[in-house]
């Protein structure tokens, strides 16, 4: 297997294990093709901006994530918040375990 095709194995492989966390937890993943980030719903979460809904994530669960927002204008974007999968396995696992107080 050649090496890109084996970081993108790799890379799958996270996407779908944090997703799957993040559905657990009730925060619906947009699923990436090619990424190594996924944008999640998180329309539930108390807070009037995407930047109010990822800090009351980081207060409740300790897991960062940035507020859609930030890639969007006119306003949209507030009710999305960016997560990073590029970690390694057992981050990833923890704050999936951690993600779940908010389910």
């Known amino acids: 297997m ?6 993108s194995v790799a890379y799958e492989a996270k996407r779908d294990l ?10 619906a993943p947009s699923i990436p ?6 944008l999640a719903d998180v329309s539930r979460i108390p ?5 109010e809904r990822a800090m009351h994530i ?3 669960s300790g897991v960062a994530s940035v507020p ?3 890639f969007y204008h006119d306003g949209r974007g ?3 918040v960016r997560f990073c999968f590029a970690k390694e396995d057992a981050v990833l696992e923890e704050a ?8």
Do not use: N, P, W
């Open 2 to 7: 050649t090496y890109y095709r084996a970081l």
């Open 18 to 27: 944090f997703c799957r966390a993040l559905a657990r937890a009730g925060l």
């Open 33 to 38: 093709d090619g990424a190594y980030y996924v």
């Open 47 to 51: 807070g009037k901006s995407a930047k």
């Open 58 to 60: 980081l207060r409740k």
């Open 68 to 70: 859609a927002s930030a």
């Open 78 to 80: 507030e009710s999305m």
């Open 96 to 103: 999936g375990h951690r993600l779940q107080i908010l389910a």
